[in-house]
Every structure is written in C-alpha cells, then in structure tokens.
C-alpha cells in the first residue's frame, strides 16, 4: 500500500499572545510544532505500515523552515519526504494552497490519502475537501478510526454530532483525521540520529503544473479585509466579599437579569 | 569550537522533553512517595530507543552519541531523578562495558535485549567493606570446570530488583590485589544468585537498591567479560562512564528546580507583589542560572570527549562534582524560594532536594572526583 | 464570471432524520438581515427525503423562497451526494450569498462546493455584514482566537460561509410569513458517489447540547476535582440548568470533551454563563464571551474571566457555590 500524509507546520496557539498596545500576534518564542490533527493522522498511516506493509510519504507545503516537521515524521516513521515551496505560493487561502498541493499530490501514486481534520492557526478544515475534490477522490472527514481489509477497502468512522457514521470506501481516497484518532508515537531516537541525513525533496511551481493563475495569492478567491485583535468587552463589577455575602449579590443580580 | 546544538540534538530535546512531561512527570511524585519502581515507564522508554541511546544499530541500539544520552539522562532527571538513574545505571554500567570489552557472542546475546529495554542492567561493584576503596573486594570468583563458582556479597546496586543482567566484580586471584579481580557477566535466575535486602533510601526513592548475594553462584567461563585480571580497570574506566551519566543527572535535577522556582516566583505573592518582584529573589535566580549553565557544559564536554576516545576521566570527574554540588546548593536555594510551602510535598523542590543529595555520593563520592582530578594534575 | 448575475442570500437547510437543525435557522435569521440591507431575497435550500412538509416552517423562520431537493440519495447526508444536489442547484439559481451551519455535515460539505465551484469559503464566522460595495464581510477568529479576521470574496460567487451553531439568533417563527416553495430536481452521477455510508452509531454524549442550553454552571481548573463538578450539577439541577467546562477539567477526565467550552469545544451563548473557577485563557473566552450575562466566581482577582464578566466575585467557588445551591432550594 503506499499513503501520502499532508502535514503542516503550525505555531503553537496555546503559546501565541497579543500586543495589548498594537493589537498584532507576538510571534517571537512561539514554539512551531506540527499540526496536532495531522500528527495524529502520520500515527495512523505509520500503524497501518506496521500491520500491512506500505510506504508512507509525508507533503508540506510551506516556507523553507518547515523542513524541521518532515525531520520529524522521518523520526516517526516515514519513508520519504516532500518540501512544497515557492514563492508564488505566498499568500494563498485554503484554495489556492489546495491547488497547490493537489497538483504536487497528482504527481504521487497512492491509496490512501491522510490530512488533518483542520489546523489549529487556521481551524477551517478545508484543505482535505478541496484537495479531495481537485483530485476526484471520496473524502471521508472528522476520521476517528480507520481498517483496511488488506485489499482495496477502507472501513471508516466518521464522528458526528450525535455519534458516529460508519462508511466504505475504495483506494484511492482522502480521509480527513482528527486529533483524538490516534496518539501519536514519539519519535525514535534511531529515527532522529537519522533524520538530517535523508533527503527531503524541494518541489516547487516548476514540479507540479498547475496555473499560476490558481496559486498564490493571485489564485486565492477570499482575501483578508482587515485583521483585529478582539475588541473586548467592558469589565462589569468585581466584588471581593465573603461567601455570604457573594452569595447575596449573585441572587440579587440574578433576579435583577429575570434569570430566576 | 561550536557551543550550538545540532539540528539532530534540537529535534531529540523536542522528543525527550515531551516525554518527560507527559509520561514521566506525572509519577513522579508517587514513586517517590511509594518507593515504587516505575515498570511502566521503562516498558515505554524501550520502543522510542531511550535503553540504547549510545549503543550502536547492529547491536539493535539507536546508534546516537554519548552527548545525546547525557541530554536524555538531563531531561529525564529534571522531572524525576529515579527515572535518570535507571537510564544511567542500566546504560553506563551495563551495556557500554559490554559493548566496551564484550566478545561479538555476549554483544550479540546481550545487547540488543539490553537496548530495546526487554532486558534492564546492572552493576555490582560496591561490597559493605569496599565502597571508596574499591580495591578491597571481598567477592571471589573460583574457575571450577567450564563455570566460575562465585561468592560473596554486593549492596547499593541500583536496578537490582528489576534486572535481568549484571556486570559483577569478583576477585579471581587475591594474591595480585586490583590486577586479581575480574569481570563477569551474571544473569538473573542463574543457581545461588539472588536479591538481598532493598534499601530504605533519602531520595530516588523509585529505584530499586537492593544487595546482590551470590552462594556457590555458578557463571560459565563464557560469561567473563574482559580478561582476567583486568576488571577493575574495567570497573574504573566504566566509572568514568558513569559519571557522565550521573553528572548529567544532577545537571537535571538543579534545571528542574530552578525551573519550578521560576514558576512559584512570578505566582506566589507576598507584600502585595510576587515575589520575582523582590530582588533577593532575582539575584537567587541569576545565581542559580549561571551556575547551571557552567555545570552543563562541562558535562556536555565530557560527553563529548567520551566521544572523541580521548582520556576523559578527569573531565567527567569535573563534571559530575561541578554538577553535583551544583545540584545540592541550587535545589537549597529554590526550596529556600519556595518558603515553608518547599519544605512540604505539595511542591516538588522537596523531592529535588532529598534527590540531589545521592549525586554527591554514588558512583564516586565528591572527595573521589577531587582525588582523580587531583592526580591528573600532579602526575 | 459575471458577479451581477448572481443574487439572493441562500441558506443550506440541514436536517437529520427530517429534523430542521436550529444552525440552519439561526442562519435564516441571519440571512434574513442581510438580505434586508441587500434588498435581496432569503431562499432556504432544503436537501433530504420526504422532507418537504418541513418548507413552510422555512417560510416561517424568515425564507422568502424554499427550493427543496426530495431525493432518496439525500435521505442521509454523504458528502457526494449533496455536493452534487447542492452545486447544480448553484449552477441553476447562482446565489450571491450561501450559508451553510459550520456542522460536521457543513464543514464536510462546504469546503467540497467551494473546489467545484472554485469560489471563496470562509469558515466559522461569528460575524457576517454587508460592505458598503455591497460584498459579504466575513468575520471570524483566527490563530486560536487571538486575532479576528474580516475576509471577502470580491471576484467569485457564491460567497459562501459557514457559521457554528449558537453565534447567530434565529427569527421569531410567525406563522402569517408568506413564501414560494420550489421544487429542483437534481441529476446524480451515481457512479461518482464514492465512499459508501454503513450505518448511522447514535452515541450518548451526554444529556443535552451546551450549545442550546439556556443557563450553563461551567467549571474550570479552580473546581479541583469530580468532587467540586459534582456540586456544580446540583447547582444545575437547582437552577434547571446544564453543565460545561473548560479544557483544563476535559484534559484532567472530569468530563467530557463534549461539554467543553472553547476554541477547540463548542461555542455557547446562553442567557447565563456562570464561570466558577475558570481563570479565563483566551481559548475558552472566545467560546463563550457572546453569553447574554456571565458572572464569574475565581480565587484570583487578576483572572482574565473578569475581563468578560458582569459581575465578577472574588472567592472560593468550592465554598459559594454549595452556600448558592442551599440558598437557591429555600
């Protein structure tokens, strides 16, 4: 079997705060970190490896620096390694990156393509979708579990709302994962004494053939009006009372809104 | 000279730090509270190659550098001192000698069950009447046929409990003093081998230190590691080994306290400010910083000469003695920090203290390492 | 493409089992303002199987036209199906505006159409308005919630986005609301169909929605343990409310990731938001600032919830809240 992962590097938001003062994002000394879904989606495709043979390839598409996530999943696990980066992919929204990576993905034979259910600086999860459309496969997404019956089969559970779809699929197809699907490993430290001396290819607008009129931010249908920090809200009172006392201003605050 | 770290020691320091955190921190506090060796997180240690670090592929190690182990033993030890020994002892003791001055057969059979962590090792060297002097070892070895027939006694051995091979010390011909002892590989099971009394100890409660007792213990001649007579070179020269590992041990335990003192700081108030805003406690901070960072490059140099097959005794003597005392003073200072609330289990500076304290001792006391530092200087 | 030609703020309806989804009428609610300021029309597309006695309640919530594909393909939601109902129908009557609930089924659904029809999505909206050139203005939070976002989609239609459950409000129902029901017929591709849906697993996730839920007594790390969330419940009980958390008692196993307040939970915007011992990480903020009143109980009197709160007590929540709870029976 072979898979193809999609992984992306992503600052870690739980890290990220605002400049109270210029209301832009403090990036320095956030950590980058592959993105939480997508790690868990490299563990599932490294099980299925495991347990029926294949080769696992992991795309990124991103600046150079990304480089350090695919080091990353050689150490998890992977085979083989792909840097999708150019400039004139700068810019794109999840359209234009899904342009990009489909072209660079129909250069790549596989069954079983993996993405993320969304990451976590963008939490739109419309890469794996679109990507799937651009390349004519089902898409089965919010994947928490996954079987191959070794042939040509995927079985799959879908979380819903109120629980959960089971679905078939034939190979090839795009299952979207979510974070909770699979724990991910920790790198081995065999695979990490490894990792820098393997090759990780560099494609770029030359490898993949698509128009350049699809990429970028050229290629991108929405654009960002404007960006803010929240506008937050004024502070309401703040007591510092006993608990009888606090208890007192609750109730009185509670009626006062017709709640009781 | 370069003072960066590689991309490769990057990427490992990502991976040890998480697992430390999330599989090693949060037992921390109960296998020292219920003197508990922590099986489990040796189970898992073993897949990620944390058993081999510096053992090589074809032995079924990770193939890293000893600069990569002290990294990991470091991590390890800053969120819990009994998990950094476990690694130290079973890596520094038991398999590198193995790989040192092994045969291809005993690297074959041993090696690869030692690095994947089926298998965890050991050490026997310190007997009650030979612990600094280690000369006067009291344990013999007798050949009988095609075995070794070996008695006598060995205590403080860390893992002993949970081991299934150990490097021992026997004297192999009492006429020739330290050129009469020898080394021997023992393995667990083996007829008149067994487990003494497990101590009762101030810190890295998790580990289990047990006696080893050996009655008539019969180890065929196959399992004589090195050749005659040379074990206590062996011993000393794995000892250098050692410190390494425990140097960067205590290097853990000073940063794992300093951190969590840098935490309480900025939360606890008192005088309506927190008190990172007093001075005394910024000074206390500076102090302990500079004097960790000065201990982890001279372990990390140690390491590094270990790599280099250069004589490094007297570097991982300096390094495990900075380190150590570094250890003992930084983790006063952060309980200090901590107030009353460090005297107490609420907080982990108190384990940090106690833990510290055995990085003096074991594997060559403090007073030894001046001793080794010493020589090299007036030789 | 000729942007002029396509008009009208369309609403994808989603229905589970023949059930109208509140998302799909909070949007009409929305749909209904925006096609207000646009004087434009409100049309409700309702896909599913034996679901068009469902239209006029569409007419009723704001819906000036429903068109409404009955097909036994759309009797369960899979992606192709729909996407293949939904993109003809674009095709047909080219939408200017498309909102879709951002559910497991809209975010599955939306990001397929966007490719086939090579038009701009925008995803979890928390905010949607009419630019003064007329082009949607899309709102939503960014990079964990700490930035927010206006995206537009100037030069291709439709404008789609979709919206989580709870942002917006619906309309009052008024049954005297007069519409025109259609009918589309679309043709599938059955060969195109692809993965092949089993069987629908009803899990319990517990009790009800925090996400409908009127008042929510939510707990976070200052709660402690099982223990303290427990006496948050006979709160809720008291005050015929539900319980939610933040992620410090998901991740610790007190509840469920289903009762999770925040960016990587659900979104709520209840009557009353009563926060006890959530300091307030701007993750959880983010899910839960649009409440009606929030009153926030925390030790520490710097805590960020504050920032949030109509009123803030500064105090032991494990100590007020069962004196709340006794007081509340009296």
């Known amino acids: 079997m072979k898979i193809v992962v999609c992984i992306k590097q992503v600052p870690d938001t739980t890290e990220i705060k605002i400049n109270p003062a210029t209301g832009t994002l403090i990036r320095d000394g956030v950590p980058s970190i592959m993105n939480p879904d997508d790690k868990a989606g490299l563990e599932l495709a490294v099980e299925l490896k495991e347990k ?27 085979d083989r390694a792909i840097l999708l980066t150019d400039k004139r992919f700068a810019g794109a929204d999840t359209l234009a990156t899904s342009h990009a990576l489909a072209g660079a993905l129909g250069k790549l034979e596989f069954d079983l393509l993996i993405t993320g259910r969304q990451a976590i600086d963008g939490d739109t999860a419309q890469v794996g979708p679109q990507i799937a459309e651009l390349l004519a496969l089902p898409q089965v997404t919010y994947l928490r579990n996954l079987s191959f019956d070794g042939k040509k089969t995927f079985t799959l559970e879908r979380e819903t709302e109120e629980g959960y779809q089971v679905l078939e699929a034939d190979a090839p197809c795009l299952v979207t994962v979510l974070s909770t ?28 053939e698509v128009a350049e009129e699809h990429l970028g931010l050229k290629g991108s249908p929405t654009k960002v009006f404007k960006a803010f920090a929240k506008a937050s809200k004024a502070p309401g009172e703040v007591y510092e009372a006993d608990p009888e006392e606090a208890v007192g201003i609750v109730i009185s605050k509670l009626k006062e809104k017709f709640i009781i | 000279m370069d003072f960066n770290l590689s991309k490769t020691q990057i990427l490992f320091r990502q991976m040890i730090q998480e697992f430390a955190l999330k599989e090693v921190k949060p037992l921390a506090a109960e296998i020292d509270e219920m003197e ?62 193995i790989l040192e001055y092994g045969s291809e057969e005993q690297k074959m059979k041993y090696l690869p069950k030692l690095a994947s962590g089926e298998w965890l ?16 070892q009291q344990t013999t070895a007798v050949p009988d046929g095609d075995d070794f027939i070996i008695n006598g006694s060995k205590i403080f051995i860390t893992n002993a409990e949970y081991a299934h091979v150990y490097v021992v010390m026997a004297m192999t011909d009492k006429s020739k003093g330290t050129k009469g002892i020898t080394a021997f590989i023992v393995e667990k099971g083996t007829p008149g081998f067994s487990i003494g009394k497990k101590e009762k100890k101030m810190g890295i409660r998790g580990s289990a230190t047990c006696e080893l007792i050996f009655e008539n213990c019969r180890v065929p001649r196959a399992n004589q590691l090195g050749k005659t007579g040379e074990g206590f070179g062996l011993a000393m020269k794995t000892l250098d080994g ?53 201990a982890r490059w001279l372990v990390y140099r140690a390491a590094m000469l270990k790599d280099q097959k250069v004589n490094y005794s007297s570097e991982a003597a300096m390094a495990k003695l900075f380190a150590a005392e570094v250890a003992m003073e930084v983790t006063t200072r952060a309980v200090q920090c901590h107030g009353g609330y460090g005297y107490t289990r609420e907080y982990p500076v108190e384990r940090m203290m106690r833990d510290a304290k055995i990085t003096e001792i074991y594997e060559g006391t403090s007073e030894v390492q001046r001793m080794v530092i010493a020589a090299k200087l007036l030789k | 493409m000729e942007i ?62 429903v068109v409404v594909a009955d097909a036994p393909e759309l009797e369960h939601y899979t992606t192709e199906p729909y996407a293949q109902a939904v993109a003809q129908m674009i095709a047909a009557y080219k939408p200017s505006v498309l909102l879709i609930g951002a559910t497991t089924t809209g975010r599955d659904l939306g990001p397929r159409l966007s490719a086939r029809c090579q038009t701009g999505l925008t995803a979890d909206c928390t905010k949607l308005e009419v ?13 964990g919630g700490n930035l927010m976002a206006t995206i537009v989609c100037k030069e291709h239609r439709p404008q789609m986005a979709t919206v989580r459950p709870g942002v917006m409000r619906k309309c009052e129902s008024d049954p005297n609301r007069k519409g025109v029901v259609e009918a589309f017929k679309p043709n599938f591709d059955q060969t195109k169909f692809g993965a092949r849906l089993i069987s629908n697993v009803k899990e319990d996730k517990g009790k009800t929605d925090i996400a409908q839920a009127r008042i929510l007594i939510s ?17 809720a009980e008291v005050l015929k409310a539900e319980v939610s958390a933040s992620r410090a008692l998901v991740d610790a196993g007190v509840t469920d990731h289903n009762h999770q307040v925040g960016q990587t939970g659900k979104t709520v915007r209840p009557d009353l938001y009563l926060a006890c011992g959530i300091s307030g990480a701007i993750q959880h903020l983010a899910g839960m600032e649009e409440s009606d009143f929030i009153v926030a109980i925390n030790k520490d009197k710097g805590a960020p919830i504050f920032q949030v709160a109509d009123v803030g007590i500064v105090g032991d929540v494990n100590r007020i809240i069962p004196l709340l709870t006794e007081r509340l029976k009296r």
Not at chain 2, 264 to 278: D, T
Request: hydrophobic share 40%.
């Open chain 3, 219 to 235: 707990g976070g790390r200052g709660v402690g343990d099982a223990t303290g969330f427990e006496k948050l419940k006979e709160l």
């Open chain 1, 52 to 78: 029926h043979g294949a080769t696992v390839t992991v795309i990124t598409m991103g600046p150079p620096q990304a480089d350090a996530i695919l080091r990353e999943a050689f150490a998890m696990g992977a």
């Open chain 2, 36 to 97: 508990r060796f922590p099986k489990e997180t040796v189970e898992k240690m073993g897949p990620i190659g944390l058993m081999g670090i510096p053992i090589p592929m074809k032995y079924g190690g990770s193939g890293a550098d000893t600069l990569l182990y002290a990294m990991a033993v470091e991590e390890l030890s800053r969120v819990c001192a009994t998990t950094g020994v476990i690694v130290s002892a079973h890596t520094s003791l038991c398999a590198v000698p």
């Open chain 1, 181 to 208: 699907a699979r724990k991910p490993r920790y790198m081995r430290v065999k695979g990490i004494v490894e990792a820098y001396q393997r090759e990780v290819e560099l494609w770029g607008f030359e490898q993949i």
């Open chain 2, 242 to 294: 050692g410190r390494i590992g425990i140097a960067a041990q205590a290097l853990g335990i000073a940063q794992g306290a300093l951190s969590e003192t840098v935490k309480y700081v900025k939360e606890r108030k008192q005088f309506g400010k927190p008190l990172s805003a007093f001075q005394n406690t910024q000074f206390q901070l500076a102090d302990m910083e500079t004097r960790i960072q000065a």
């Open chain 2, 121 to 136: 090792g050991a050490f026997g060297l310190t007997e009650p009447n030979a612990g600094t002097d280690a000369s006067a």
């Open chain 3, 4 to 65: 002029s030609s396509y008009t009208d703020v369309y609403v994808f309806i989603e229905q589970r089992d023949g059930e109208i989804q509140g998302v799909s009428l909070e949007l009409l609610g929305k749909a209904r303002q925006l096609a207000n300021t646009l004087n434009q029309n409100v049309v409700a597309f309702l896909a599913g199987y034996q679901v068009s006695s469902k239209s006029e309640s569409l007419i009723h919530c704001g819906a000036d036209k």
């Open chain 3, 131 to 143: 630019g003064d050139d007329g082009h949607l203005l899309m709102t939503r939070p960014a990079f």
